[in-house]
């Protein structure tokens, strides 16, 4: 026999050997599918699981044996105005585990953990019955272990203040990959934010810590509240805190929970599907939001400003603007106290280096340590020299060298992108 004959023979029998240990692998491998609203979160959080080999999002539950996006977006339309009967899609995970690492049980725990399961064919304000909380199994083991840890999550959930759970049960049927564009979606799309979670009741397995409180809105601002949405283990909200809230000094008052549901009686325009979400409240109403964080605080200060400022003060903090001399505010502004960044509310300048130039504008011979940054600019065809916020990024002025000793500098600051604090006598 050639030796090249033996060589092939070789490589023939380690195939097969590959093939049969492939087949041994899948055939200890469990899957189970789930509904818990949009799919993109249940995705990513469901994949954080330690033993869960792989996360597949799909479409599950309905009549139709073949569908894609539209179909179920469209027929969930018909449903509303009462044209059909049929059965719609539910946005499923279909989640394949290896069962010695992670137990069934553990794998549902993270399930009831991560959505609401209370509210019926939606989830937060997606509205419809494709977004409806299901388990689908595929085995009577399944069914079973669906049904014991509904009823023990049933309990930790009333005592909670919640109410029954509206979660479908079923045997699996006429399950659909979904497309592409849809798989791994936080993945291929980070944008600095992480899967949500849910009501923020623990799973009484003893896995988890004992969950915070849901808000309490009595305790918050009703007329403008900021409203931080996190998940546990998230850096990106890890980071948020680090760059942004752990130095707030903004006027806005901010609170951060891990709850994805808004304090009661408050609002929010859609559902959440990944964290940090920022949410402005104003009288118990989101009137914007601002989901994801990558380390750019300028982006998000921005965001703010938006929300917060006058079309005037946003045409010179952003536009680099100048309002007309002698129009501003702060002009005359005498009394001990510091001039802060609308936004942040970071020191900027005290009131004991303000000084009459006699141009119109607030001026001032030295600002706060760090409070500041100086960038060129050339444009209407002179060479300046510009003054922003450094908390914010945001444009303030210009800096000349005719100012008064010590420094020589006079910093021309914008009056109506300063806020004064008074000294406390």
């Known amino acids: 026999m050639s030796l090249g004959l033996v060589r092939r023979m070789f490589l023939v029998l380690m195939g097969g050997f590959s093939m049969v240990m492939s087949l041994t692998s899948a055939a200890d491998t469990e899957s189970i599918v789930l509904g818990m609203g949009c799919f993109w979160g249940a995705e990513k959080r469901m994949s954080e699981i330690?033993?869960?080999?792989?996360?597949?999002?799909?479409?599950?539950?309905?009549?139709?044996e073949k569908v894609g996006y539209y179909d179920v977006l469209g027929l969930e339309k018909e449903i509303r105005r009462g044209t059909t009967r049929m059965r719609n899609h539910a946005e499923v995970v279909k989640v394949t585990f290896d069962?010695?690492?992670?137990?069934?049980?553990?794998?549902?725990?993270?399930?009831?953990?991560?959505?609401?399961?209370?509210?019926?064919?939606?989830?937060g304000n997606d509205v419809g019955s494709n977004y409806r909380s299901a388990i689908y199994y595929t085995s009577d083991v399944q069914r079973v272990v669906a049904l014991k840890t509904r009823d023990i999550y049933q309990q930790a959930l009333t005592k909670a203040g919640f109410g029954r759970i509206t979660t479908e049960i079923a045997p699996l049927r006429n399950y659909n990959r979904a497309e592409d564009e849809h798989q791994d979606y936080l993945k291929k799309h980070p944008q600095g934010y992480c899967g949500?979670?849910?009501?923020?009741?623990?799973?009484?397995?003893?896995?988890?810590?004992?969950?915070?409180?849901?808000?309490?809105?009595?305790?918050?601002n009703f007329d403008r509240q900021l409203v931080v949405f996190e998940a546990k283990d998230c850096p990106?909200?890890?980071?948020?805190?680090?760059?942004?809230?752990?130095?707030?000094?903004?006027?806005?008052?901010?609170?951060?929970?891990?709850?994805?549901?808004?304090?009661?009686?408050?609002?929010?325009?859609?559902?959440?599907?990944?964290?940090?979400?920022?949410?402005?409240?104003?009288?118990?109403?989101?009137?914007?939001?601002?989901?994801?964080?990558?380390?750019?605080?300028e982006r998000f200060w921005k965001w703010l400003g938006f929300q917060l400022l006058t079309p005037e003060q946003q045409r010179i903090a952003f536009e680099q603007g100048t309002e007309r001399p002698f129009t501003g505010s702060h002009l005359d502004e005498k009394r001990p106290g510091t001039f802060v960044d609308p936004i942040t509310g970071a020191p900027l300048f005290?009131?004991?280096?303000?000084?009459?130039?006699?141009?119109?504008?607030?001026?001032?011979?030295?600002?706060?340590?760090?409070?500041?940054?100086?960038?060129?600019?050339?444009?209407?065809?002179?060479?300046?020299?510009?003054?922003?916020?450094?908390?914010?990024?945001?444009?303030?002025?210009?800096?000349?060298?005719?100012?008064?000793?010590?420094?020589?500098?006079?910093?021309?600051?914008?009056?109506?992108?300063?806020?004064?604090?008074?000294?406390?006598?």
């Open 350 to 425: 005290r009131s004991d280096t303000k000084f009459d130039s006699g141009t119109g504008w607030p001026s001032f011979f030295n600002p706060v340590e760090g409070a500041i940054t100086l960038h060129e600019d050339l444009s209407h065809g002179m060479r300046r020299v510009e003054v922003r916020s450094a908390s914010s990024g945001i444009h303030l002025g210009h800096v000349f060298d005719d100012g008064p000793p010590p420094t020589g500098k006079r910093y021309c600051i914008n009056g109506n992108v300063l806020k004064f604090v008074p000294d406390q006598e």
């Open 236 to 297: 990106f909200c890890k980071q948020f805190h680090a760059d942004v809230l752990d130095g707030w000094k903004a006027p806005t008052p901010v609170v951060a929970t891990l709850h994805s549901n808004p304090p009661k009686g408050w609002r929010l325009e859609k559902a959440l599907f990944a964290t940090p979400t920022i949410v402005l409240f104003e009288k118990g109403r989101e009137v914007s939001r601002y989901t994801g964080y990558n380390g750019d605080k």
């Open 50 to 64: 330690p033993g869960v080999l792989d996360v597949e999002a799909g479409y599950a539950g309905g009549d139709a």
């Open 99 to 123: 069962p010695i690492r992670v137990s069934l049980e553990t794998i549902l725990a993270r399930f009831w953990e991560n959505h609401d399961p209370t509210q019926g064919d939606r989830q």
């Open 196 to 220: 949500l979670g849910g009501t923020g009741v623990a799973y009484p397995d003893g896995s988890a810590k004992t969950a915070p409180p849901p808000l309490d809105a009595v305790k918050l």
